[in-house]
């Protein structure tokens, strides 16, 4: 089991993760904290407001709860804060706890919002700018990312491969509505952009997230606090496959930690290693790897497109 921790927020940083850290450390899990560098604008985050599905997901999410007041006026009412520059030190102490780190984004909500419509040099720009901190951050290049909101385009995925990164977690496999896999035997695979493949692996999410869940009614029942540990845990029962499950630090690493516990030891009691995507990518780095088209999607419960696994070419 892949843990993968996006961090957003500055918030997030500065108390999710710390608890993330306590929480893995105590069951000697592996992850990989993937971090926002930049500027916290979410307040800006509201202009989605406007898109399909989105006041459902607000609805059934309790976002002003998690994320809290402060957090969804920065970049609105009040200036974002710099994450990577305030919060440096505490970014270096999860990788003194043994905890692989790398990029999610320089500013969130302006690469989710926006990289779909945007060229290779803008993409390449905000993406170097990140690097750039993670390297001022913590003394070496970053090796892996993560995207915001699972958003990418073509030139973000050729940029990996300038960068060198081996591999990286920028999208999801297809789900169906019960949250099982769509095509189960999707996972990890590399890119073909046309006829051009791409060096890096990609390990795409394969369970859906507690905010996709929470509140929906699966199967004649409504998923809740009480019950989507054990609704996810039944997702992974008896697999002999790997996953990759992705949590967010103003999540599992705040208010809903009790569920992430509950996962933690369920996963344990399933027999599943809790790794990060490097311990991941040593596993994986010489078995044959499908290749697919890098294609868009949606996934249930949530709202408008991002990067899902296709079909593997021939």
């Given at each position: 089991?892949?843990?993968?921790?996006?961090?957003?927020?500055?918030?997030?940083?500065?108390?999710?993760?710390?608890?993330?850290?306590?929480?893995?450390?105590?069951?000697?899990?592996?992850?990989?904290?993937?971090?926002?560098?930049?500027?916290?604008?979410?307040?800006?985050?509201?202009?989605?407001a406007?898109?399909?599905?989105?006041?459902?997901?607000?609805?059934?999410?309790?976002?002003?709860?998690?994320?809290?007041?402060?957090?969804?006026?920065?970049?609105?009412?009040?200036?974002?804060?710099?994450?990577?520059?305030?919060?440096?030190?505490?970014?270096?102490?999860?990788?003194?706890?043994?905890?692989?780190?790398?990029?999610?984004?320089?500013?969130?909500?302006?690469?989710?919002?926006?990289?779909?419509?945007?060229?290779?040099?803008?993409?390449?720009?905000?993406?170097?700018k990140?690097a750039?901190r993670?390297?001022?951050?913590?003394?070496?290049?970053?090796?892996?990312?993560?995207?915001?909101g699972?958003?990418?385009?073509?030139?973000?995925?050729?940029?990996?491969?300038?960068?060198?990164?081996?591999?990286?977690?920028d999208?999801?496999?297809?789900?169906?509505?019960?949250?099982?896999?769509?095509?189960?035997?999707?996972?990890?695979?590399?890119?073909?952009?046309?006829?051009?493949?791409?060096r890096?692996?990609?390990m795409?999410?394969?369970?859906?997230?507690?905010?996709?869940?929470?509140?929906?009614e699966?199967?004649?029942?409504t998923?809740?606090?009480?019950?989507?540990?054990?609704?996810?845990?039944?997702?992974?029962?008896?697999?002999?496959?790997?996953?990759?499950?992705?949590?967010?630090?103003?999540?599992?690493?705040?208010?809903?930690?009790?569920?992430?516990?509950?996962?933690?030891?369920?996963?344990?009691?399933?027999?599943y290693?809790?790794?990060?995507?490097?311990?991941?990518?040593?596993?994986?780095r010489?078995?044959?790897?499908?290749?697919?088209?890098?294609?868009?999607?949606?996934?249930?419960?949530?709202?408008?497109?991002?990067?899902?696994?296709?079909?593997?070419?021939a």
């Amino acid at each position: 089991m892949v843990l993968k921790i996006d961090v957003d927020t500055y918030r997030g940083t500065r108390e999710g993760v710390p608890n993330l850290v306590r929480m893995l450390k105590a069951r000697q899990a592996g992850a990989t904290f993937l971090f926002s560098l930049g500027p916290d604008h979410t307040g800006r985050a509201l202009r989605r407001a406007l898109r399909p599905g989105f006041f459902s997901k607000v609805s059934r999410t309790s976002v002003v709860e998690h994320y809290g007041l402060k957090t969804l006026m920065y970049g609105v009412l009040l200036p974002g804060p710099d994450i990577g520059k305030d919060c440096a030190a505490g970014l270096r102490a999860v990788r003194d706890a043994g905890f692989e780190c790398g990029i999610h984004t320089w500013d969130h909500v302006l690469w989710q919002d926006n990289v779909a419509r945007r060229d290779a040099a803008w993409s390449s720009a905000m993406m170097r700018k990140a690097a750039a901190r993670h390297t001022q951050i913590f003394g070496t290049a970053p090796r892996t990312h993560g995207a915001a909101g699972w958003q990418m385009n073509n030139g973000a995925f050729h940029e990996h491969d300038a960068a060198g990164y081996a591999y990286a977690s920028d999208g999801r496999c297809g789900l169906n509505p019960d949250g099982t896999l769509a095509n189960p035997a999707d996972g990890p695979h590399r890119l073909c952009d046309g006829g051009q493949p791409l060096r890096h692996i990609q390990m795409p999410t394969t369970l859906p997230t507690l905010d996709e869940v929470l509140g929906r009614e699966i199967n004649g029942v409504t998923i809740g606090v009480g019950n989507i540990a054990a609704f996810l845990l039944n997702l992974t029962e008896g697999a002999t496959r790997d996953h990759v499950y992705t949590l967010h630090a103003e999540l599992e690493g705040q208010k809903l930690a009790p569920i992430f516990e509950q996962l933690l030891a369920g996963w344990q009691a399933q027999g599943y290693q809790l790794a990060s995507m490097a311990d991941y990518y040593q596993k994986i780095r010489t078995l044959p790897m499908p290749v697919c088209p890098i294609t868009w999607g949606e996934l249930p419960g949530r709202s408008g497109q991002l990067i899902i696994q296709g079909a593997a070419q021939a």
